[in-house]
């Protein structure tokens, strides 16, 4: 490949200025589309750098869907986004992903910045549903929907009878304490997950102490924070459920760590059965849901709403059923 072309050279291909051709490839609206599809055309033929996504043609704009994600080092998220890429391929569409980082201020900037760019549509997994209120654009939901949501498309998982599993497994083997390692108190998984555990303890007639809930679990060093801040307070046997695998897997570090005997003295289960969770030392016990088919259903089902003539009042819902996976915590 030759060298790149600048902005100088695009003006004087184009018999225009270098500030038309800035002016151009930042979609300013004192430019006609006649000239900024030609300057367009031109820096893209002599592979002028593009900075902004924004500087497509409007026939392409039509072709990419935002996605907003939580963490994508994450490897269910991982696994939701291919399952999101694969169906879009295939549909022709490329996905423009943002990352949130659970941050519910960090979500309302990057809906912002994904309107601004005119796609078609949105696929995201909410951290607070109310930031899509106001949103113009066809739009569903992955993974996480609160039960309000009744007007919302979304594909999910049914996360309460996930966590209902883990609780009754619990209870079937002997752990009467049971501590909840959640993720943020403010996604919906959170409050759902919650329930589907007191409704097993309900069973039982237990109660579940509000205490034995521990909110912000997202990476592995959260899971094993939180158990040790648990053994200061708690002496085992006793179960952890945890919000997902990456969080489980540290705690089950700072089990390990500390001397107990695994699951007899320490019981764990985590939540959606990544690929590592059975080559672990001690391989994972965990609530398996479909990742990767959450992103390509949640695909098929934006291009199903785009392509429809109402797409406003076209609303389509999935939930998949989860499973427990009983290994060795």
């Known amino acids: 490949m030759g060298k790149k072309i600048t902005m100088k050279e695009i003006a004087a291909i184009t018999g225009t200025s270098v500030s038309t051709v800035s002016k151009a490839l ?49 490897p269910y998220f991982a696994r ?28 309302v900037e990057q809906l912002a910045r994904i309107q601004r760019l005119d796609v078609a549509g949105l696929l995201a997994v909410p951290i607070r549903e109310e930031n899509y209120r106001n949103i113009h654009i066809p739009f569903l939901f992955l993974s996480r929907c609160s039960a309000a949501a009744n007007s919302i498309s979304y594909v ?21 304490t049971v501590f909840f390692l959640s993720g943020p108190e403010n996604i919906s998984v959170a409050s759902t ?30 899971g094993h924070r939180s158990l040790e801040r648990i053994l200061k307070t ?14 489980a897997i540290g705690a089950l570090s700072a089990a390990r760590s500390c001397g107990y005997k695994i699951p007899e003295e320490i019981s764990i289960v985590g939540y959606d059965d990544i690929e590592n969770d059975q080559y672990l030392d001690y391989p994972l016990t965990t609530i398996a849901q479909a990742d990767y088919q959450i992103g390509s259903h949640g ?29 060795k915590t």
């Open 26 to 74: 930042n979609q300013s609206p004192e430019i006609s589309e006649s000239t900024r599809r030609r300057i367009i055309e031109i820096a893209r033929a002599n592979h002028y750098h593009f900075d902004r996504m924004e500087n497509v043609l409007p026939e392409e704009k039509q072709r990419i869907v935002g996605f907003l994600v939580p963490d994508v080092s994450n």
């Open 80 to 107: 939701l986004w291919r399952g999101v890429e694969d169906i879009a391929r295939a549909h022709d569409y490329s996905v423009v992903a943002c990352h949130t980082g659970e941050d519910p201020e960090l979500e």
């Open 156 to 176: 999910i998982n049914n996360d309460f009878r996930g966590a209902y599993l883990a609780a009754k497994y619990f209870l079937e083997n002997g752990k009467q």
């Open 193 to 222: 997950r919650t329930q589907g555990i007191q409704t097993a303890f309900r069973e039982k007639n237990l109660p579940f102490p509000k205490s034995h809930i521990f909110y912000d679990n997202l990476k592995f060093k959260d």
């Open 234 to 247: 708690y002496r085992p046997p006793f179960g952890v459920f945890c919000s997902s695998d990456i969080v």
């Open 299 to 327: 695909m098929k089902m934006l291009v199903e709403i785009i392509s429809s003539k109402e797409p406003y009042r076209q609303i389509n819902q999935i939930m998949f059923e989860p499973e427990i996976i009983i290994r």
